[in-house]
């Protein structure tokens, strides 16, 4: 059982190599030949900026799955007898949180490396080291607390109830959708300053958005995500009573109003639609094959692994393998989350009303101007990796002629379709 684990894995990332490479190669053709929405200079610098970012993807790759080698092999029994603790409920908890954090010391070379070269060499990063390492130490402390005390309730349902796989699911699910609602609390109090907005206008315009889709907010509220990043973002957070729309201060500075609203209808289109709770429902259901699947491993595999089988033993290889179980099901999410995206795009249109295509149109191509997103991928990558669909397929659907956009606004071929 031990090497069919093994080489399940091992084929997830021979698969997952395999689609960076073709990406890389695609890429590489493609950024020698005619841009396509950005300047010449744009676009290669976009295709240059993916091929690094993908280089990094690899050799990631390659240091997790040299990860997972050691503790499959010998890592996780090593561990456990570095350790003595008198009680059973401690040593699990620990065992677990020293897993998880030997793993986050491994992949932050990686991201320090995204951020203070990569993302430096092409103009994105504007934080410091020094804020860099006040966030790491942060998402530390926070792990480590908040990670324990989900750590410690899995240990006690793994303990004492028969059908512990279910209840484990149910409890790690309604954890998933505490996070959804505190995310927007927990960013604000620790990363980002979140302000409300102070422009009266626009949050007159806002409203009158959000009331004609029901949408009932606590607020309109500015990051100050521009002391960290150059990208353009912006977020609808929360569920229930704690939602609120949070606008990257880069995005305001970078669209017009009527752009800006585009982006807004489009958030609002996946809150019509239900898409939130759809998401929330396929996660929920990734999570339900997950625990099914490990709560009925074979006792060989334990046998195998020179250790008893203990709670922390099968939270360890469900945070192992949850990549693989991720990898699996992206596909199918990967369809729904692009059909949303083109049925929110939809909503955002009408939303703006007879100029509402131009202006989200105009938005999107901003976009991906400022953010350096490269147009054009591999159909392997996408069916693997992308949450939304290509933004040329997404102009398309809009009604907008690609072929004749200019390299500063679509708003002339926009017009001449209405």
């Known amino acids: 059982m031990l090497m069919a684990i093994i080489s399940i894995y091992t084929l997830y990332v021979l698969v997952n190599l395999y689609t960076s490479v073709m990406q890389i190669g695609y890429i590489n053709?493609?950024?020698?030949?005619?841009?396509?929405?950005?300047?010449?200079?744009?676009?290669?610098n976009a295709g240059n900026y993916a091929v690094e970012k993908e280089k990094m993807s690899i050799a990631s790759t390659f240091v997790e799955y040299l990860a997972f080698i050691f503790?499959?092999?010998f890592g996780i029994s090593t561990l456990a007898s570095a350790l003595f603790f008198e009680s059973e409920a401690?040593?699990?908890?620990?065992?677990?949180?020293?897993?998880?954090m030997i793993n986050s010391l491994i992949s932050l070379p990686f991201s320090y490396y995204q951020k203070f070269v990569l993302d430096e060499k092409y103009g994105f990063n504007k934080s410091s080291k020094a804020q860099f390492i006040k966030d790491t130490l942060i998402a530390f402390v926070m792990t480590v607390l908040f990670g324990s005390l989900v750590v410690w309730g899995l240990y006690e349902i793994i303990s004492t109830l028969e059908f512990w796989w279910l209840w484990s699911f149910a409890f790690i699910f309604a954890v998933v959708i505490l996070i959804n609602m505190l995310f927007p609390t927990f960013r604000a109090l620790f990363f980002d300053k979140v302000t409300p907005l102070d422009n009266e206008e626009l949050n007159a315009q806002i409203q009158t958005l959000m009331d004609k889709t029901g949408f009932v907010s606590s607020g309109v509220f500015i990051s100050d995500a521009s002391k960290r990043d150059a990208r353009l973002n912006a977020y609808f957070g929360g569920l229930g009573k704690t939602k609120r729309v949070v606008l990257f201060d880069t995005l305001i500075e970078k669209l017009s109003t009527k752009e800006l609203l585009a982006v807004l209808g489009h958030e609002l289109g996946h809150f019509a639609h239900g898409d939130i709770y759809k998401n929330i429902a396929l996660v929920g259901g990734m999570l339900f094959a997950m625990f099914a699947l490990f709560g009925n491993l074979p006792e060989s595999l334990y046998l195998e692994m020179g250790l008893s089988h203990a709670p922390y033993l099968v939270m360890i290889l469900l945070l192992l393998c949850m990549p693989v179980l991720g990898f699996i099901m992206m596909p199918v999410m990967g369809?729904?989350?692009?059909?949303?995206?083109?049925?929110?795009?939809?909503?955002g249109s009408e939303l703006g009303g007879a100029a509402g295509a131009i202006e989200l149109a105009n938005a999107l191509k901003k976009l991906v101007t400022e953010n350096k997103s490269f147009p054009l991928s591999h159909p392997l990558y996408i069916f693997f990796h992308y949450t939304h669909p290509p933004v040329l397929e997404r102009l398309k659907a809009l009604g907008v002629n690609v072929e004749a956009l200019d390299e500063s606004s679509l708003e002339g071929t926009c017009k001449a379709l209405l």
């Open 29 to 44: 053709q493609a950024k020698r030949k005619s841009a396509v929405l950005l300047s010449d200079e744009e676009f290669l």
């Open 71 to 73: 503790w499959m092999g």
């Open 90 to 100: 401690v040593f699990n908890i620990v065992m677990v949180m020293g897993f998880v």
């Open 335 to 347: 369809i729904v989350s692009r059909h949303n995206e083109y049925e929110a795009d939809k909503m």
